[in-house]
Structures are given as C-alpha cells and as structure tokens.
C-alpha cells in the first residue's frame, strides 16, 4: 500500500451495467487520488432468489414494482469487462479490486486476476461456505461487518482460520478450534483487516457508533478499518482519527442517476475532498511522540519567558520579586531559576526590561 490508511473507492454497482460509466469511475477515483477501485462481481441468479425484497432505500431509488432480482440483472457487467477495467486501472495507475457475491463469481475472479486481498461484504459474513472459500484462496481478507454481533464477527473469524490452516471437515467446532488455536490467531492478526459498517443507506449519524472501531481491535486484535454508507466525507475523515486502516466510501458520476446506490454515493469533486481530508489527517496523526518540531522551533524564543529585570538593578544589589519579573522573549535565563535567583547579588548592572544574565 502507498499510503498508511489505504482509501477505497467504491464504485460497487454505480456503472449501471455500463463499462464505458464503468471506465469513467475508474478515471474519477484515479484523479481523487484513492489507491483502489472497487467494484461488484455476482450473478443475479446466483444472488437473490424470485422471492426476494428489495431494501427500503431501494425500493425509494429503484422502481418499486420491480424485484431485487429483476433490479440485480440491470446492474451486472459481463465478465469479459473485467478485464477491460482491470488493464484501464492498470493505466491509470489506480488499484483494482471486484467483491465477489457468489462462488462462482469469487472462482471467476481468482482464476482471472491477482489480487493481493478480497473483500468479504456485510452480507456475506454469515455465508460460511462463501466466507471458506475466500480464506482458502490465502489472500488477505477486508471482512465488512455491518449488521453483525462481535459473536457473529468470532464465528466468521472461525472459518476463516479454519481455512488459512488448510484444514479439512469443516463445522461448528473445527471452526471453533482453528479460531482458539495459536496459529489461527495469528494468520488472523496477519491477514484480516475488520470495517466497522452500518448497513444503511444512507447511515445516521447517531448509527455510526465510530467507537466500534476500538471495540474490534481490543476484542480481535486485528487492523480495522471503516466501510462508510453516511452522507458526506465528515464520518470517514473522522475514522481515520480513529485508526481505520482502511476507509471504503461509496462514489458515482451523478447522485441524480437512476439506481440503488447513487444518491447515498460521493460525486467525483466530494470524492478529492475526502481524500485529501484523510491524506491531511494521516499527515497530522504522526509518530506520536512528544518532542518540538522543526517549525516550532523558531518560535521558542518568541512565545516562551525568561527572568528580566523590572527595574533598574544595580551590581551588588539584592534580586528579589520587587526587581525581578517574566517576560518575553524566551531566549534568556529560564523562569524555573526565579526562586533560587531571589535573594542573591546581582554580579552587574541591569536596566529596567533586560534580560537577566546570572
């Protein structure tokens, strides 16, 4: 990764099904300055049965008559515009990654790119086939959490140590020994990055609940980062305050086209203030040591005090708080010296605002 908190921008479905809107998100995250561009791979089919609802926010910026299904075959690239994308990310010197919905899509993408990690989404977690199948690629895993339990969150875990051992039989208590095992827990802390997500579209505010994010690092011990669904760039600026790791954001051309996710989704312009907003942060966040910087250090003198004398002071006389006071500039004795000043002969002569020299 270029960057310590490495800035995803999700493009998810935002093409519409088109590649060339596909090529021109690519081109807009790229000129933002993220390091990845995502998108979604899945086959309606294999993702949503006939039966299946669409979520309240889709049903307000879908056609309502429609079913998810009918709504997921609109918004599927065919498989042959991966690779488009992937050579045009390569071009735009911009990261690439696809989530993968279904198995036959996560084979699709192992089998076609090399991916340094995969990304597991909020509701896929408790898809534990799905969730074995992506650790046994040996990748590293950004497993979204939105929705979840930290009990649900240590069952996933579960299957995912499982998988990076490489073991066989799986079920409840395999899943369970692999999580509890020293080498599980390590593969874990080495290979896992957790988003803290709300699953909303748009997030209130008051849902966030950004402390999470320490919950999941003192209860799993792993990095941690923030998939964000809020309105605006204020909740993933402030998360990489928090230690997000990673921050993933929804992006579109337009808020005003047609589809689930573009009116809760960054435009292009908003989309370059979040990233700027975090590159600053994680600028600012720094070493965290305590010690004067190089730009401070010109105004040590200038804002600090040293003893001076508020009177004239003749040599021989006795210093006291009558004639000695603190002022600026701060490049004389130190004010810690007062009290073991008062009392002692002045060895010279001082007039009234110069600088003791004892």
């Not at 086939?129 to 649900?152: H, Q, W, Y």
């Not at 957790?194 to 003192?218: G, I, Q, R, S």
């Amino acid at each position: 990764m270029k960057n310590s908190i490495h800035i995803i921008a999700e493009a998810g479905v935002n093409h519409n099904g088109s590649i060339d809107m596909a090529i021109e998100l690519v081109d807009a995250a790229a000129k933002a300055g993220a390091d990845t561009v995502k998108f979604q791979t899945f086959k309606a089919e294999n993702l949503a049965s006939t039966v299946a609802e669409k979520a309240d926010y889709q049903k307000v910026t879908t056609d309502s008559a429609e079913s998810q299904l009918e709504m997921l075959k609109k918004l599927e690239l065919p498989l042959e515009d991966y690779e488009r994308l992937n050579q045009h990310c390569k071009v735009r010197n911009i990261e690439f990654l696809s989530t993968a919905f279904d198995l036959d899509s996560l084979h699709f993408l192992l089998e076609s790119f090399s991916f340094p990690s995969l990304k597991i989404p909020s509701g896929e977690l408790t898809n534990a086939p799905f969730v074995l199948e992506n650790a046994r690629s040996n990748k590293d895993l950004i497993v979204s959490t939105g929705m979840a339990s930290l009990g649900e969150i240590e069952r996933a875990l579960g299957v995912i140590a499982f998988g990076y051992l490489g073991l066989d039989d799986p079920c409840e208590s395999s899943f369970y020994n692999a999580y509890r095992s020293t080498e599980g827990q390590l593969l874990i802390r080495e290979k896992v990055t957790l988003l803290h997500c709300t699953t909303e579209y748009p997030a209130p505010f008051n849902e966030v609940n950004l402390n999470v994010l320490d919950t999941l690092k003192a209860a799993f011990a792993t990095k941690v980062g923030y998939s964000d669904h809020t309105s605006g760039i204020a909740i993933p600026v402030a998360s990489a305050a928090k230690g997000a790791s990673i921050i993933e954001k929804h992006f579109t051309l337009d808020k005003s086209l047609p589809g689930p996710d573009h009116k809760a989704s960054l435009e292009p312009d908003e989309l370059k203030r979040m990233v700027d907003s975090i590159r600053q942060v994680e600028l600012a966040l720094g070493t965290g040591l305590k010690a004067t910087s190089e730009s401070e250090k010109k105004n040590i003198h200038i804002a600090r005090k040293s003893l001076v004398a508020t009177q004239n002071i003749a040599a021989g006389d006795l210093l006291s708080s009558t004639n000695l006071g603190i002022k600026r500039p701060g490049n004389g004795m130190d004010p810690y010296k007062y009290w073991e000043s008062i009392g002692k002969e002045s060895s010279r002569g001082y007039g009234e605002g110069d600088l003791i020299e004892e």
